[in-house]
């Protein structure tokens, strides 16, 4: 079945990292997701990964990926105050492309 | 580049009349269209795909007599809410994609549906 999910809250300190995990059931999955939601705003797409790879950095995103035990993780260094959003994982399902998301990491930085 | 607008952005209504939301895809050809419901704290749950010049496939639950649905050209598909009752109240976000090659969605900055 199609499930993604994602702890709900997250809080850290500005300038250190944060780190957001989601796990997935569709082992086809051929690429995952991170998004990022602004209150009251659409989605952001902030990186992604193809499900061959284990890692993908950009900048102060790092991505992380265990196929094995369909875990993904997304680590923010330096967080800043401009960081707190909901984070959203979702991954492409195989069947007809649509993205199944999970329920949304809510992220609070505190300066 | 890849802009998606939505209009509009916030609309309330009566119970009983239908509303239309715009997705259009502003600087880029469209194949696919995708829209989605929000609630409140709550994930994304996709409502139904839909591709230009073709008929909407709605997901499993999903009445597609209420949410009609027309992507009529590659630039622009709409959403309407047929009869709108207070339980359809929500955030409603699409989403378009290049074509079925390309990975990406690039999404609309969301509809706030508030039903009276």
């Known amino acids: 079945g199609e499930d993604v999910e994602q702890s709900l809250f997250l809080s850290v300190r500005e300038g250190d990292s944060s780190v957001i995990n989601c796990t997935y059931t569709?082992?086809?999955?051929?690429?995952l997701y991170w998004y990022k939601q602004e209150p009251g705003a659409g989605l952001q797409l902030l990186t992604y990964?193809?499900?061959?790879?284990d890692m993908k950095q950009d900048q102060r995103l790092t991505v992380l990926l265990n196929k094995k035990d369909k875990h993904l993780s997304l680590r923010i260094a330096d967080t800043q105050t401009g960081d707190s959003a909901i984070y959203f994982c979702?991954?492409?399902?195989?069947?007809?492309?649509?993205?199944?998301f999970g329920q949304g990491t809510e992220l609070s930085v505190k300066p | 580049g890849a802009v998606v607008s939505q209009h509009p952005s916030w609309v309330i209504c009566k119970s009983g009349t239908s509303v239309k939301i715009e997705c259009r895809s502003l600087?880029?050809?469209?194949?696919?269209m995708f829209w989605y419901r929000q609630f409140p704290k709550q994930s994304l749950m996709l409502m139904a795909t839909?591709?230009?010049?073709?008929?909407?496939?709605?997901e499993q639950g999903v009445e597609k007599d209420k949410f009609l649905i027309n992507h009529a050209s590659l630039t622009l598909s709409t959403l309407t809410v047929t009869s709108a009752h207070p339980e359809d109240s929500s955030f409603y976000i699409c989403?378009?994609?290049?074509?079925?090659?390309?990975?990406?969605?690039?999404f609309g900055p969301g509809t706030r549906l508030t039903v009276l």
């Open positions: 600087d880029f050809q469209a194949t696919t």
């Open positions: 990964i193809f499900s061959n790879m």
């Open positions: 839909s591709n230009e010049g073709s008929k909407a496939t709605y």
């Open positions: 989403s378009a994609r290049r074509s079925p090659l390309y990975n990406e969605q690039f």
């Open positions: 979702a991954e492409r399902y195989n069947q007809g492309g649509k993205l199944i």
């Open positions: 569709d082992s086809s999955s051929t690429y």
